[in-house]
């Protein structure tokens, strides 16, 4: 299942299993790019609510817009960044994946790392997409795997 407009940004969240809770394929889609693009047995609760989580703690924390800072110019080594929501990705930062999203005027600024920090990437968005694509994720216990033979389907209940 694809959440979002895989044309600009979208998650992809795929049941596959049932182990302590649901799990499966939970990818961003970035430029075309399947983000960590790796792991089949995610734990969907845990990605899931921990996404939806840090981004609302992070909206009543940060009110403030990075600005046009270049990213190269963010110092991420002194934990969190001023001005930056961490995005809890929970074990996909075992995949070396990390996200934050900062703002800039009308625009999202979604940064990210594949190399555990050790550089990043950066899209803009319209301001709120990020927002509201992590709002419209279901949360894994309303996804329902329907699986026929070797076709498995993750819908929501």
Same mark, same amino acid.
Request: aromatic residues 10%.
């Given at each position: 299942?694809?959440?979002?407009?895989?044309?600009?940004?979208?998650?992809?969240?795929?049941?596959?299993?049932?182990?302590?809770?649901?799990?499966?394929?939970?990818?961003?889609?970035?430029?075309?790019?399947?983000?960590?693009?790796?792991?089949?047995?995610?734990?969907?609760?845990?990605?899931?609510?921990?996404?939806?989580?840090?981004?609302?703690?992070?909206?009543?924390?940060?009110?403030?817009?990075?600005?046009?800072?270049?990213?190269?110019?963010?110092?991420?080594?002194?934990?969190?960044?001023?001005?930056?929501?961490?995005?809890?990705?929970?074990?996909?930062?075992?995949?070396?994946?990390?996200?934050?999203?900062?703002?800039?005027?009308?625009? +999202?600024?979604?940064?990210?790392?594949?190399?555990?920090?050790?550089?990043?990437?950066?899209?803009?968005?319209?301001?709120?997409?990020?927002?509201?694509?992590?709002?419209?994720?279901?949360?894994?216990?309303?996804?329902?795997? +329907?699986?026929?033979?070797?076709?498995?389907?993750?819908?929501?209940?």
């Amino acid at each position: 299942m694809i959440i979002g407009n895989p044309y600009q940004i979208a998650i992809q969240v795929e049941q596959i299993d049932v182990l302590c809770s649901p799990s499966g394929i939970f990818n961003f889609i970035i430029n075309d790019t399947f983000i960590p693009g790796k792991g089949v047995t995610i734990d969907l609760y845990i990605v899931i609510s921990s996404l939806k989580e840090s981004l609302e703690a992070g909206l009543k924390e940060i009110n403030e817009d990075i600005g046009n800072m270049p990213v190269e110019k963010i110092d991420f080594s002194e934990g969190m960044p001023e001005k930056l929501i961490s995005l809890d990705v929970a074990e996909l930062y075992d995949y070396g994946c990390n996200f934050w999203l900062g703002f800039d005027g009308n625009e +999202d600024r979604l940064i990210y790392t594949l190399d555990f920090e050790n550089s990043f990437n950066e899209n803009r968005f319209p301001r709120g997409t990020i927002e509201k694509l992590i709002r419209i994720l279901p949360l894994a216990d309303a996804l329902i795997m +329907d699986k026929t033979n070797d076709i498995i389907i993750t819908k929501v209940n």
